[in-house]
């Protein structure tokens, strides 16, 4: 499998700050990356501090006066990689309520709905199902602070919104569930996406409400609590205005069928 993934974006920085960008893909052991990542601010190369997080995340760090950022990110990832690997740490540091995945508040109401489900693999069947079901994909219905709660009450969202929902419904009958940020080939509208992870017959498994791409082809870029440890771009400081934003996430091939009722890794 090749995938070609990358970003341009361009931010207009209007008070100096401090910027933190999560857009380089994450480590993938087993298979070989060819990246290139450029930061210009006025026409001078920017060169980050690149901040290796937990789960392999790449944070890249700088101070930013004023003017305009642009960035450009590309990689070309070659073969698949090694299942993700888990440790005791994950098992119980994804059974925990988060900003933005309320699971104490969804205890007794995810108990009823999918208490009964014994089996994990048809336990985040019915999640995803029941998820996507109940919620309407609707670009911009959302605010960047709504957490699970919102989410289900408003009955729509986009990608992070519906993951927040399944990461919560899962911590709620004790499945370890956690965000990651993703390029997705075949998804559409193109961006960044958001699934979730949930630890299942030893393995961390992709739920996507959405149904909006392939999971089989989903590349890593970030891993952890909710979208407060995945955002691909934090602003500490000043005032910014991102100004432009273009995705691309290519496979080679024909994309690969999806099914709701397959145990699917993100490889």
């Known amino acids: 499998m090749r995938r070609e993934v990358g970003v341009e974006l361009e931010v207009e920085i209007t008070a100096a700050t401090t910027l933190e960008f999560q857009i380089a893909v994450a480590p993938h052991p087993g298979a070989d990356v060819f990246e290139s990542l450029r930061f210009v601010l006025n026409g001078q190369q920017v060169h980050p501090l690149e901040i290796s997080g937990v789960h ?3 944070i890249h760090k700088f101070d930013a006066g004023v003017g305009t950022l642009k960035v450009d990110y590309a990689a070309t990832v070659v073969g698949q990689t ?4 888990v440790t005791d740490y994950d098992q119980s540091m994804y059974l925990r309520p988060s900003r933005y995945a309320e699971a104490d508040k969804f205890y007794g109401f995810a108990a009823t709905e999918f208490g009964n489900d014994h089996d994990s693999a048809t336990l985040l069947e019915h999640v995803s199902s029941w998820v996507g079901t109940r919620l309407n994909y609707v670009p911009g ?5 709504d957490g699970a709660v919102e989410t289900l009450l408003a009955g729509k969202g986009v990608c992070r919104d519906f993951a927040h929902l399944v990461v919560a419904l899962l911590r709620a009958v004790k499945v370890p569930a956690r965000l990651v940020s993703v390029y ?28 909006l791409a392939p999971r089989q082809t989903l590349v890593r870029i970030a891993t952890g609590r909710d979208a407060s440890d995945t ?11 991102l100004n432009q934003l273009v995705v691309t996430a290519v496979s ?8 709701i009722d397959q145990l699917v890794s993100i490889r």
């Open 231 to 241: 955002a691909f771009l934090d602003n500490h400081k000043g005032a910014i205005t």
């Open 141 to 145: 219905s959302s605010d960047p602070i």
């Open 184 to 211: 997705a080939p075949g998804l559409a509208p193109m961006d960044f996406h958001a699934v979730a992870e949930a630890f299942v017959q030893q393995q961390w498994r992709v739920v996507d409400a959405t149904l």
């Open 56 to 58: 392999g995340n790449r």
């Open 252 to 259: 080679d091939g024909a994309l690969p069928a999806d099914s």
């Open 82 to 85: 090694d299942p993700a690997p």
